[in-house]
């Protein structure tokens, strides 16, 4: 769903862009179109993570790790932070920046399997 999301924006963006140089822009105005469309998706990203779910910063395969090793890292695990991380990733792909899905989307599993395990459902009480 989240390479489905990614992809439909990036589309998108690519077909305003080569709209407004169809349209005659100056290639400048578009480039800064561009870059400000980019510096927004990264800023929302960002502020996202800092304000809402500050667990979901870093690419959370180090985060999971030490939780696995029994290290308490207050906030890795939580709804708040499994937002983040989705719409943190989504917006970061779309903004243009280097970052890879990878390490996020362990993270985003891990989440999951753990609320998981909380659903008071019968079938769920082996885990």
């Known amino acids: 769903m989240m390479a489905f999301v990614e992809e439909e924006l990036v589309q998108l963006h690519g ?3 080569q709209k407004l140089l169809n349209n005659e822009w100056s290639i400048f105005l578009v ?3 561009f870059a400000l ?3 927004t998706c990264a800023g929302f990203a960002s502020y996202l993570t800092v304000a809402w779910g500050p667990g979901a910063n870093g690419s959370g395969v180090a985060e999971i790790m030490g ?6 890292y207050k906030g890795a695990i939580g709804i708040a932070t499994l937002l983040v991380k989705i719409l943190g990733v989504i917006l970061a792909v779309v903004g243009n920046l280097c970052v890879g899905k990878e390490g ?3 993270h985003i599993g891990a989440i ?3 609320t ?3 659903l008071p459902f019968e ?3 082996i885990f």
Do not use: E, M, Q, T
């Open 123 to 125: 079938k769920f009480k």
């Open 104 to 106: 996020p989307l362990a």
């Open 112 to 114: 999951i399997g753990v």
């Open 116 to 118: 998981i395990c909380y």
């Open 67 to 72: 939780i696995l090793n029994g290290v308490n």
């Open 31 to 33: 480039y800064a179109y």
């Open 37 to 39: 469309f980019s510096i």
């Open 15 to 17: 077909r305003f862009s």
